[in-house]
């Protein structure tokens, strides 16, 4: 009698390591989905609107989405503010975070 209760123990056991292996490891296993480094995209419009001629006159056009490369992200996005002749102009820029720094440039 003690060797069928040993067995039903046993058999048990493997199943719920069988279920731990099938439904939870995966999942804790599974990549993140990485996500931008938060205020990224507000530092970035903020450092590229400075650069302008007339910073008070921008507007943020066009975002693209935030990618990731490696440990780097990339977000690019557009402005449309007046020259030094009021003529309203539009520029690209394009903003890295290589999670030390964030730099933006215009493209």
Same mark, same amino acid.
């Given at each position: 009698? *003690? =060797?069928? @209760? *040993?067995? &039903?123990? !046993?058999?048990?056991? #493997?199943?719920?390591? $069988? /279920?731990? /292996?099938?439904?939870?490891? %995966?999942?804790?296993?599974?990549?993140?989905?990485?996500r @931008?480094?938060?205020? @990224? +995209? !507000?530092?970035?419009?903020?450092? /590229?609107?400075?650069?302008?001629?007339? %910073?008070?006159?921008?507007?943020?056009g066009? +975002?693209s989405t %935030?990618?990731?490369?490696? *440990?780097?992200? +990339?977000?690019?996005?557009? #402005?449309?503010?007046? *020259? $030094?002749? =009021?003529? @309203? !102009? &539009? #520029?690209?820029?394009?903003? !890295?975070?290589? =999670?030390?720094?964030?730099?933006?440039?215009?493209?």
């Amino acid at each position: 009698m *003690n =060797g069928g @209760m *040993n067995n &039903r123990w !046993v058999l048990l056991a #493997t199943i719920l390591v $069988a /279920a731990f /292996a099938v439904l939870i490891l %995966p999942a804790a296993l599974a990549p993140k989905h990485a996500r @931008m480094p938060s205020g @990224m +995209r !507000v530092s970035c419009e903020a450092a /590229a609107t400075e650069m302008l001629v007339s %910073p008070s006159t921008a507007k943020i056009g066009a +975002r693209s989405t %935030p990618a990731q490369y490696g *440990n780097e992200w +990339r977000y690019g996005f557009t #402005t449309d503010s007046q *020259n $030094a002749f =009021g003529a @309203m !102009v &539009r #520029t690209s820029w394009v903003c !890295v975070d290589d =999670g030390g720094a964030v730099s933006v440039t215009p493209r």
